[in-house]
């Protein structure tokens, strides 16, 4: 799958995943996701879990717990079955 050139311009993301964004009270807790994490300076994109030894719980990225608002189920990776289904 190429990506087309447009998409390297996108400032919004909804603009790329419409309506996939869900508010973070839905989020499975027993699964990797994906979340948009917000900072001082803005946002973005991070694989997620969920902590619950961690203080009363928390959204964990990299060892550092993280303020999310939105997630998104990992899509599967390219060239999966899932991705062969549409293919001649």
């Not at 447009?6 to 309506?19: D, S």
């Not at 994906?34 to 030894?53: M, N, Y």
Request: glycine residues 6%; proline residues 12%; aromatic residues 14%.
């Amino acid at each position: 799958m190429k990506i087309r050139p447009e998409l390297w311009e996108v400032r919004n993301m909804t603009e790329v995943f419409g309506t996939i964004w869900r508010p973070v009270e839905t989020a499975p807790k027993d699964a990797r996701i994906l979340a948009w994490c917000i900072f001082p300076a803005g946002g973005e994109v991070r694989f997620v879990t969920w902590r619950s030894d961690y203080y009363n719980g928390a959204w964990m990225a990299y060892g550092c717990p993280q303020e999310v608002t939105h997630w998104m189920p990992v899509p599967p990776p390219p060239n999966s079955p899932a991705d062969r289904k549409g293919e001649a």
